[in-house]
């Protein structure tokens, strides 16, 4: 596609390319489709054993879990919640930059947005897999995780439909099913793709079998384009509810720390920000690894690191709000958890890692030079990964360790078993992001296309006049000479 | 494929008839004017194929909007009721549950799993309802009869024309898209059944 005219619309606006401009569209087929086709550079195996070797410790870990029941624990009376709902958590916020960059983003008109959306739907889905276990494994006595659904059964009694943990089981598992449909239908188009430049009979059915069958039809597309239009409608209020149904599990609780009314934005604000940061650690891997600096340029990364930046500022302020509302609530329990506890109480160190990562590391993305720094960019999102974490341990276990009895006062020591169950679940998610990279289109291949300049059908005469229905008959000859001169 | 009274090559098994008419262009823009072209001329039953949606192609084809949206609203006050209906029955009917002080119909505490449920369907229906709309899953097509259709999905446009549409003859049809500039119009064939 070398006839493409230079006076392109993109340029009108000084705006940077979305790809680097040698791209063509077959380009891009190519260099996308390359990652299924060629053998898996040494990196990727080294990546992959490490993954495998953490999922199996990990499914060894609980099956001794299950075996001696969740005394193997640090958790205790009062810290009952400790690293399994932190975790959870943890998890399911990074899930959510997934669905932020493919709803909101989307509804916002974001292009750039296209080179990154698949493989932060895919680190979503794997995300709330990663979360949905270990609510699963903390109930104890895992046979019994039938009771928070409602189904019949022998006691004769229903789930309670007024617990926010009951309300959490649907929100999480409607997000895992949205996130996982909206995934798979955005993958169709190019699993066609992959489908039809397949060498092998074996590829061309198992690709060809999840295309169904997809022929780039514009019938379909017409119907395809609004099904994901309102996929990202309905997924963006989804996004928002998930995390708030979250923050309520503590929320609607009395326990000084917890029972506040900024939790739910103060969640969906940290969950973005620690999304985005795992989207970032991850794709400044993958590019490199796979050499898709073309496809994910520092333009993309910037404009990551200003939502990092915004998020991270929001999380700051909630944090500070926390401390405001405390002290004028004129409660001496909230005052005791913020002034005592998390300043300078046996948690403090917890408190003060977590303020340094989450709020002070973003900062330095106010300079442009930063945001366009590889090494300083993987390594806030490293820190602000770690950062909110520890954000969800200090709401826990701050509030939790210093119950309104001193009697009952306690401190958490997490045994070998904790540790082992958190790392595992860092081998179940990269097991899967590391075959879904190998074998499945990490770059929304049509998306990327239609977001050429050269994929404006106005493009071969840009600049002459606006193309026009009626005027349209003359206009191919037009066209063609501008594009061969 | 339906009625076909004006070729009447339709014998035993294992012999061949044409079905599609299948010509390839170069460029978002070609297959923009083609596709104007077809539409102009009157035909109902022939398609685009084009590895991207090409803004703009709903217009040049004279398509109708999508019916998708009724699908998913029928879809969304299903799960709202759903949702509504099940929290009624099981926490007020069948086992009323009085919880932290608040009747057993507390509308504030539905809200959550009603919206849930309500997202829930509606997603169902608009990815369910699109497969249905647009006849997917279909491995089977006349379409990928042709090599070069390969292409459809890499960086090629086509337009493919149903030899059954009643306007269609093969050597206007031809000269009607080789003057839109495709660069190759070939003929596709299925097997008579």
Redesign the interface.
Same mark, same amino acid.
């Given at each position: 596609?070398s006839?493409v005219n230079p006076n392109l619309p993109i340029k009108d606006i000084n705006e940077v390319p979305l790809a680097a401009e040698s791209y063509?569209?077959?380009g891009i087929?190519e260099d996308v489709a390359r990652v299924t086709e060629t053998p898996a550079p040494r990196g990727w195996w080294v990546m992959f054993l490490i993954a495998v070797s953490l999922l199996g410790a990990l499914g060894l870990t609980l099956a001794y879990l299950f075996w001696k029941g969740i005394g193997a624990w640090g958790n205790n009376q009062p810290i009952s919640w400790a690293w399994d709902i932190t975790n959870f958590v943890w998890w399911v916020g990074i899930g959510h930059a997934g669905t932020l960059i493919s709803a909101v983003l989307f509804l916002f008109r974001q292009k750039w947005r296209t080179s990154i959306n698949r493989a932060a739907e895919a680190m979503t889905i794997f995300a709330v897999i990663c979360a949905l276990m270990f609510p699963g494994i903390h109930v104890g006595r895992v046979w019994l995780m039938y009771y928070p659904f409602?189904l019949p059964n022998s006691m004769?009694?229903?789930?309670?439909?007024?617990?926010?943990l *009951?309300?959490d089981v649907?929100?999480v598992s409607?997000y895992f099913? !949205?996130s996982l449909?909206?995934w798979? !239908?955005g993958l169709i188009?190019d699993l066609?793709?992959l489908?039809?430049?397949s060498k092998t009979k074996i590829r061309r059915m198992a690709y060809?079998?999840f295309a *169904?069958?997809?022929?780039?039809?514009?019938?379909?597309?017409?119907?395809?384009?609004?099904?994901y239009m309102? *996929?990202a409608a309905?997924?963006t209020? *989804?996004v928002l509810?998930v995390h708030s !149904?979250v923050s309520?599990d503590f929320a609607t609780s009395v326990i000084p720390g917890w029972h506040t009314t900024i939790f739910p934005p103060y969640f969906v604000a940290g969950a973005i920000f620690s999304g985005f940061a795992m989207v970032l650690t991850l794709m400044l891997v993958v590019r490199v690894v796979f050499k898709l600096h073309g496809l994910i340029t520092l333009k993309h990364i910037e404009l990551m690191n200003k939502i990092i930046l915004a998020t991270g500022s929001i999380v700051g302020y909630a944090y500070a709000m926390e401390f405001f509302v405390a002290w004028y609530s004129g409660n001496e329990y909230e005052r005791y958890v913020f002034f005592v506890s998390r300043m300078k109480g046996p948690y403090a160190w917890a408190y003060w890692s977590m303020i340094i990562c989450n709020v002070l590391s973003p900062q330095i993305f106010w300079k442009k030079s930063m945001r366009t720094n590889i090494p300083v960019t993987f390594a806030v999102s490293i820190f602000v990964n770690i950062g909110m974490w520890f954000e969800r341990f200090v709401i826990i276990a701050t509030s939790l360790h210093r119950d309104f009895l001193p009697s009952s006062w306690g401190y958490f020591h997490p045994t070998p078993i904790d540790v082992m169950v958190y790392l595992g679940s860092f081998g179940l998610f990269f097991t899967f992001f590391l075959l879904f990279i190998r074998w499945l289109p990490v770059i929304a291949i %049509?998306?990327v296309?239609?977001v050429l300049p050269? %994929?404006?059908?106005? %493009?071969?005469?840009y600049g002459h006049d606006s193309h026009d229905?009626h005027d349209?008959?003359e206009?191919?000859a037009d066209?063609?000479a501008t594009?061969e001169a | 494929m339906a009625s076909h009274d004006h070729d009447n090559e339709h014998k035993a098994s294992g012999e061949k008839r044409p079905v599609l008419l299948l010509a390839e262009f170069?460029? &978002?823009?070609?297959?923009?004017?083609a596709?104007?072209?077809v539409r102009d001329a009157g035909f109902t039953r022939w398609?685009? @194929?084009? &590895?991207?949606?090409? @803004?703009?192609?709903?217009?040049?084809?004279g398509?109708s909007d999508?019916k998708?949206?009724w699908i998913?609203a029928v879809m969304a006050a299903t799960g709202f009721t759903s949702a509504f209906a099940? #929290?009624y029955y099981?926490?007020v009917v069948?086992?009323p549950?009085i919880? =932290?002080g608040?009747p057993p119909l507390?509308l504030p505490? #539905?809200a &959550?799993?009603a919206?849930?449920?309500t #997202?829930?369907f509606?997603?169902?229906g608009?990815?369910f =309802?699109?497969?249905g709309?647009?006849k997917?899953?279909?491995?089977?097509?006349p379409?990928?009869v042709s090599e070069r259709?390969?292409?459809?999905?890499?960086?090629k446009f086509?337009v493919s024309i149903e030899v059954d549409d009643p306007k269609y003859d093969e050597k206007k049809t031809r000269e009607l898209l080789e003057g839109? @500039?495709a660069t190759h119009v070939e003929v596709l064939e299925e097997e008579v059944v």
């Open positions: 596609m006839a063509d569209f077959h087929t409602p004769g009694i229903w789930p309670n439909f007024k617990s926010p *009951l309300w649907f929100a409607t099913t !949205v449909l909206f798979f !239908v188009p066609a793709t489908r039809d430049r060809g079998a *169904l069958g997809w022929r780039g039809s514009n019938r379909h597309w017409q119907n395809y384009e609004r099904a309102i *996929l309905i997924s209020p *989804l509810s !149904v309520f %049509a998306e296309k239609g050269a %994929a404006d059908p106005h %493009a071969e005469h229905d349209s008959h206009k191919p066209g063609e594009a | 170069d460029t &978002p823009s070609k297959i923009m004017h596709a104007e072209k398609d685009v @194929h084009t &590895p991207f949606p090409v @803004h703009g192609m709903d217009k040049a084809m398509l999508s998708l949206g998913v099940m #929290i099981m926490n069948d086992y549950l919880v =932290g608040k507390a505490s #539905i &959550p799993v919206f849930e449920l #997202i829930l509606s997603a169902f608009a990815v =309802g699109m497969f709309l647009n997917l899953p279909r491995h089977h097509h379409v990928f259709f390969e292409r459809a999905t890499d960086d086509f839109a @500039h």
